[in-house]
């Protein structure tokens, strides 16, 4: 089902592609005064054809392949932001090709303001001809529980997601129709044929709380044999949150998808990766350093490294580095005088430098020497507090899951959830880290990594 999403994603960045040939055309026209000749458009087109590929990648940095931003009040301001930084990387890029001959400077800009204007206007088509009610999967929900109230009300809200819920077949009476005003709620399982060709209905979730009752699970076999697509509840829940509904949280289920989702292969290439990614954020490191240790030194006390015992793969207990952020109001230069705790939004503990040094992810580049080390990873759960494990895993006996796997600098989670400062935002980083360690993959970790780029550029840091 998620293949409706990306294939919408895909027309919207075919036709930012053509946006951005338009406005590289019409430059040379506004440069020339004059339609180019071939000549001028083959010599500078194929470079531009890789300029044009590296702003499809900063569109989807900054967000604007995300569905439910599409009309976004401030789409106007991410294209804004996004034109800024795809000039940027046109600049850099020419100023490295090998082709010293061919010197684009205004055709650049031009193509960039050309391109993105036209790439605002592709988008305004977009919603108004293909938008929410076209290109859509109508499904129809089979059992009601927590999991389907939750997805049944993102549905609701995120409407360019391209799923439509035309029914819910609730036999067990447990869904309120005053929750759901606008969807038919029916209690016959018998009428799942008749609702299902009247409302032309191409898939049917299914909850799979209701295997126990032989005669709907004979009607969802009968379905078997009809073009209506069936899905399981968990499998559904995975593609529209990205994280693992708590309710399937058993032995049996972890052993069957957990330890199916290890990859040798992608396992011992990873160590590679991570020398890599440590070069590089050791470069950033010493140039960021000059700058950032003076400043925490002298605007507050303490240490200007911070070090914190945290739990690694396996339970193992190590010490993680960071530029301090907090003021040091223990003995240990640490923030806390009454044991662990988590930290909040707005924290008055927090630096004036802290909070910046957070809002760029700057705080986490001394990290660089754990990742050599091989104590974290680039990408995997963010590492916690043995304290605050300890008092997690009494509330949630599966927590010590996410120690299968190396912790990471960055992870699905951290793109994904600010401040982990309750109990229920600590399921749902659980439910986002499990997520991640059953569906791990490179295009998972790449897709992470650009997230990531997006939260350090727009400092959304935590």
């Known amino acids: 089902m998620k293949y409706m999403y990306r294939f919408k994603q895909l027309i919207l960045a075919s036709g930012d592609l053509i946006a951005f040939f338009s406005g590289f055309l019409l430059s040379l026209i506004t440069r020339s005064v004059a339609l180019p000749s071939v000549a001028q458009v083959t010599s500078n087109m194929t470079l531009f054809f890789f300029v044009f590929l590296f702003w499809i990648v900063a569109n989807y940095i900054n967000g604007l392949y ?15 932001q996004t034109s800024i930084f795809s000039l940027a990387v046109g600049v850099i890029f020419f100023y490295i090709t090998p082709n010293r001959y061919i ?45 389907t109230a939750e997805l049944l009300n993102i549905l609701r809200k995120e409407t360019n997601l391209g799923y439509h819920v035309v029914a819910l077949i609730d036999p067990e009476h447990l869904a309120k129709t005053s929750d759901h005003p606008n969807i038919k709620i029916i209690d016959d399982i018998n009428q799942i044929d008749t609702i299902a060709q ?3 209905v191409t898939t049917i979730v299914t909850s799979p709380h209701l295997e126990m009752y032989e005669e709907i699970t004979k009607k969802i076999y009968s379905l078997l044999f009809s073009t209506v697509s069936i899905i399981d509840l968990t499998s559904f829940y995975e593609t529209l949150t990205g994280r693992i ?32 990614a440590a070069i590089a954020l050791g470069v950033v490191l010493l140039i960021t350093s000059p700058i950032i240790i003076p400043l925490i030194h002298y605007t507050s006390q303490g240490p200007v490294i911070f070090r914190q015992k945290r739990i690694g793969k396996n339970g193992y207990i190590f ?20 044991g662990a705790q988590f930290a909040e939004k707005d924290d008055e503990r927090i630096t004036k430098i802290g909070k910046l040094l ?57 793109v994904h959830q600010h401040y982990t400062d309750t109990l229920e935002t600590s399921l749902q980083k659980l439910q986002y880290d499990l997520y991640y360690i059953k569906n791990k993959s490179w295009l998972l970790d790449l897709s992470i990594i650009l997230k990531t780029i997006n939260v350090v550029l727009r400092g959304m840091g935590q």
């Open 245 to 276: 509904p708590p309710t399937t949280f058993s032995e049996g289920w972890f052993i069957k998808n957990i330890r199916s989702s290890e990859h040798i292969v992608y396992d011992k290439l990873r160590r590679l990766t991570d020398i890599i």
């Open 66 to 80: 995300d569905l439910k931003l599409i009309r976004d009040a401030g789409l106007y301001k991410r294209i804004i």
């Open 358 to 414: 957070r809002k760029t992810r700057l705080d986490e580049i001394p990290q660089v020497w754990n990742l050599l080390k091989g104590d974290v990873t680039l990408i995997g759960p963010r590492p916690e507090r043995p304290e605050i494990v300890q008092k997690l895993e009494a509330h949630m006996p599966y927590y010590a899951l996410r120690h299968m796997v190396k912790p990471g600098i960055t992870g699905w989670a951290a």
């Open 198 to 200: 009247t409302y032309h």
């Open 103 to 147: 010197t684009p400077k205004t055709i650049l800009i031009l193509s960039v303001i050309f391109g993105y204007m036209f790439a605002y206007v592709w988008r305004v088509i977009y919603n108004a001809v293909i938008g929410e009610k076209t290109l859509q999967t109508n499904i129809m929900f089979l059992g009601y529980s927590a999991e």
């Open 319 to 338: 010490w993680i580095y960071k530029f301090r952020t907090m003021y040091a109001l223990a003995a240990d230069g640490s923030a806390e005088t009454q």
